[in-house]
């Protein structure tokens, strides 16, 4: 079946240092969802891509979605402590979302 | 705001017990999720179900089954719970089969013993 697979599993970084995150399907994406889980808590979304090539921005935020449609990344420019927690990939594909493993993010202040 | 509401935050039953976990969400959405969260598995996707007393099984539905019988309420159930269904449990829901965002509930930690 569709895989999603998403590396590194762990990242620790220093405050002020950039952050990204990879995830490569096995198949085509009709989209991609990125959501954030801060530790205890839920996985809330993010944003969605769609388009072939499609780059989107929130303040720190980059998100890109590959020419293929079968990978994405998550970079964030000068993390801080809030931008500790895990995040998600999600790929559509024929019925339903496929998560990737996460990438879960600390931070050292 | 979408409000998806799971019965209990933490639950703990015992081995062959018959488990039910309840959720519910406020938002007339068509499609509900339920997932097993697993360190270092990611969210795994159980059952879902796009419709009143419809249900599809995910990537492990083995030792699950689910009920939808109102739109707003879809339960998952262990129908003999084991030591290897500890876990996280988290349900969401989605407006359509459209690209919708999945609004998740704060979860349930299930431990079995």
């Known amino acids: 079946g569709q895989q999603v697979m998403q590396i590194p599993q762990y990242q620790h970084v220093q405050e002020g240092e950039d952050f990204t995150t990879y995830c490569n399907s096995s198949?085509?994406?009709?989209?991609i969802q990125w959501y954030k889980q801060r530790p205890g808590g839920h996985p809330v979304f993010l944003i969605q891509?769609?388009?072939?090539?499609e780059v989107k921005k929130q303040k720190r935020l980059t998100f890109q979605f590959g020419e293929a449609k079968k990978n994405s990344s998550l970079h964030i420019t000068a993390t801080q402590t809030t931008d500790v927690g895990t995040y998600f990939c999600?790929?559509?594909?024929?019925?339903?979302?496929?998560f990737g493993q996460g990438t879960r993010l600390t931070i050292n202040p | 705001d979408v409000k998806v509401t799971q019965s209990s935050r933490y639950l703990v039953k015992r081995t062959g017990e018959k488990v039910f976990l309840e959720c519910v969400q406020d938002?007339?959405?068509?499609?509900m999720f339920w997932y097993r969260q697993d360190p270092g598995l990611g969210l795994r996707l159980i059952y879902f179900?796009?419709?009143?007393?419809?249900?599809e099984k995910g990537d492990i539905p083995e030792g699950y089954s689910v009920s939808r019988e109102k739109k707003e309420r879809f339960s998952l159930i262990l129908e003999s719970a084991s030591t290897n269904q500890t876990s996280m449990y988290l349900c969401a829901s989605q407006r359509d089969r459209g690209y919708q965002p999945q609004h998740f509930g704060d979860g349930t930690r299930l431990s079995i013993l």
């Open positions: 938002m007339d959405h068509e499609n």
């Open positions: 179900s796009y419709d009143v007393k419809m249900k």
């Open positions: 891509l769609v388009k072939s090539g």
């Open positions: 999600a790929g559509q594909g024929a019925q339903k979302l496929v």
């Open positions: 198949t085509t994406l009709s989209n």
